[in-house]
């Protein structure tokens, strides 16, 4: 089991920035690929970005390749999600997740956590 808590969320202006947090806490964190999620009201669950296992591999939806920036810290327990220049459309409620391997599908991911509202206001 792992357990994931998010943190970070806000309300920000159009191109500010915002760093998102992600501890975890039960079985190996480094031993999991991870991801952020976002899910806007009315609106499918959609993948943000993931990395693997050691850090050495990153994804990302085209809609925030360039502006978004994921990484890891093992030691720590900690995954981020660098959002720079965000934009109203970027509003949704973000989620990290944790499973065997970084992929892009929701399917792939075995441990959620509970969210962290981003709202990017024009």
């Known amino acids: 089991q792992v357990q994931l808590v998010e943190s970070g969320g806000g309300l920000v202006q159009a191109g500010d920035s915002l760093r998102l947090s992600c501890v975890a806490s039960?079985?190996?964190?480094?031993?999991?690929?991870m991801a952020w999620f976002r899910q806007a009201p009315g609106k499918e669950r959609e993948f943000v970005a993931a990395?693997?296992?050691?850090?050495?591999?990153?994804y990302y939806a085209d809609s925030v390749k360039g502006r978004f920036t994921i990484s890891r810290w093992n030691t720590r327990n900690t995954l981020y999600l660098q959002m720079n220049s965000l934009k109203p459309e970027d509003t949704a409620v973000y989620y990290c997740?944790?499973?065997?391997?970084?992929?892009?599908?929701?399917?792939?991911?075995?441990?959620w956590g509970q969210g962290t509202q981003v709202t990017v206001s024009s």
């Open positions: 997740a944790a499973g065997s391997t970084a992929r892009t599908g929701v399917e792939w991911y075995d441990y």
């Open positions: 990395i693997s296992w050691s850090g050495g591999s990153t």
């Open positions: 039960g079985r190996t964190f480094s031993s999991y690929g």
